[in-house]
Every structure is written in structure tokens, then in C-alpha cells.
């Protein structure tokens, strides 16, 4: 990283993250076996902070949430970071390392607000976007299931929303706005009926009218994930889906990511 970069120190204290230890257990049941071995986790979660290019002091946050084999800096390399700047975006970035090591011990929410949430809070920015990749993506989503209100927006590129067994049954349904919650789901499907359930607020309204966070969602056309994903974007505005050519990898995610930047709500530098 460029020298401006340095770590953001976590505020005091532990909170608690209502809810987080049933849906995010349930999760990690569903990654298994992928043949990963996590990494060893810190405490306090690691994150590096990039200034805008603005010559004010930025009141935006984005936090960014790497993949499952992915690395922090894999966010610099592939152009993230500059990309914003060269726009003028008037946000500062932060690269937070939630490694799946945070998942596998159930600690990732509690760790990015800990973290990276609530230092930002406490240091003034008054508006925090978190945009993850894969299962960052998912772990984006599952911090606002657990603790709403906490951030501005969302972004997900390509994220993992479940088994594909239980995606096709969504898709029988005639999709998320017309399937309906199993009353005693399956264990096998405890982790995705919680979490559809809870994206089938998106289906109601906008976002905006209900509450929730304006949810951006970019995936490629040859993505793994592709199915799951059009399920989830085929109830969320238009403007706010994105696809491209390509599969599960960095070239389709920063063509993505190069495109919601025009129209993402961020502010941009006077």
C-alpha cells in the first residue's frame, strides 16, 4: 500500500452481535468441505486504510471483505482502491483482513464491527458502505441481518447465498419474491432459509422504503454462483444489478466493480 496507508486501532470493549452465532454457524455447515485451511486470526482483526484523493477530510467509509481464498492486498493489485481515487470519490477505503479463519471460529461480525464498524464511528465518518467479494459478499449481508442500521450500503459481487439444492428450490418457487419459508426447515437448510428469508425483505420495497440499506449486486454470467445470484437480483431494482462475461475471479469482479462505481451514491471531492 501507498504510505498514506495505516492501521485503524479498534475501540474498547466487546459487542455483542444479536443473532449472529445460529445464521453463521449454519453457514459455515453449508462451506464445508472445500478442502480450506484458514489462516490464524488476530485480535484485533487486521485492516489497512487508504485516503481518498480529496484534499478534505473524507466523511464516507467503504469497508472491502476479500473471498475465501483471497488475500487483502489482492484489492490494491486488482485496482479497487484506485479506481476510486481516480474518480475523485470522496470516501476513504478500508481493506479489512476477514479471512474465512474469523468465519470458521464465528467471530467475523463481531470482529468487522469491532474493528473496522465502530473505530469508524467513533472517529467521525458519519457514512460506512461495505462491499465483500464471494464470501465476503455473504459475510456483507449477514452483518446487516445481525446488526442493522449499521451501515449505508452494501455491495456484494458474486456472493455465496447457499447449496445449490436449495437454490433450485427457491427457483421452483417461481422465484424470491413468491417462495415461502419452509416453517421447520431441514438441517442441511436451516442456513439458507434464514438468510432468503431475510433477503426476501429486498422483494417488498426498494430498501430504501423499508429500512434497509440500498444493496448493489454484481455478478459474472459464468459465475458458479450466477444462479443464486439472478434469484437474488431479479427482486432488486435494476440500476443496482450488474453483470458482465466471465466466471468466479478478479478480471469479471473488477469489470464490475469499474461499472457500480458510476452510480453508486457516493459523494465525490468539491
Known sequence: MPSSSHLIQPAGGRRRTAGRGALLLAALFALAGCGFLPRPTTV??????????CPTPAQ??????PGAGSL???????????EMQS???????LIADAHRGYYSQRTVLERIDADAIGPARAQGYRSIWLVGISLGGLGALLH??????????????APYLGEERFIDGVAAAGGLANWRAPSQPAAEGAFES?????????????????GRPPLFLGYGLQDRFKDSNALLGAVLPPPQVFTTPGGHDWPAWRALWTRMLSVLPLPHCR
Open 194 to 210: 434464514r438468510l432468503w428469508r431475510w433477503l426476501q425483505g429486498y422483494a417488498a420495497s426498494t430498501g430504501a422504503a423499508s
Open 87 to 93: 474518480r475523485r470519490i470522496a470516501a476513504d477505503m
Open 144 to 157: 446487516e441481518e445481525a446488526l442493522p442500521g449499521r451501515v449505508a450500503g452494501l455491495v456484494a459481487l
Open 72 to 82: 487483502p492486498g489482492e484489492f490494491v493489485r486488482e485496482g479497487f482502491l484506485r
Open 44 to 53: 484485533p482483526m487486521g485492516t489497512q486504510l487508504e485516503r481518498s484523493a
Open 60 to 65: 464516507t467509509l467503504v469497508v472491502f471483505l
